[in-house]
């Protein structure tokens, strides 16, 4: 089981970190990564990590901006978001990918319940 928490109402330029605990199982043999979708779009991959935190993938449009890291220990992930936009305002799940590495909702087979985060103009 997958929960994901940390969202919220901040304002643009403001910074936001999101987590994600998993429970009843590890997933520190797996990808990890988070996801979100807005009203009315496709959901779409925000970034992932590989298994051991060795490789990640970030949308274009949140390079430079979001940080994915993840603490094996604890199987627990994060998202560190910083300078966030109006556009990043969506409903915001982790999971848990079906192997080491993935960067498509394809490759990922366990999905938490959302957060949501609203950035304010």
């Known amino acids: 089981q997958l929960q994901a928490y940390g969202g919220g109402l901040v304002q643009a330029g403001g910074s936001l970190r999101l987590s994600c605990a998993a429970s009843?199982?590890?997933?520190?043999?797996?990808?990890m990564g988070w996801f979100r979708q807005a009203p009315g779009k496709e959901r779409e991959s925000v970034a992932t990590i590989s298994w051991s935190g060795g490789r990640t993938y970030y949308a274009d449009s949140v390079k430079g901006r979001f940080t994915i890291s993840r603490d094996n220990a604890k199987n627990t992930v994060y998202l560190q978001m910083n300078r966030l936009k109006p556009e990043d305002t969506a409903v915001y799940y982790c999971?848990?990918?079906?192997?080491?590495?993935?960067?498509?909702?394809?490759?990922?087979?366990?999905w938490g319940q959302g957060t949501v985060l609203t950035v304010s103009s």
């Open positions: 999971a848990a990918g079906m192997t080491s590495w993935g960067t498509t909702a394809a490759d990922f087979g366990s």
């Open positions: 009843g199982r590890t997933f520190s043999s797996y990808g």
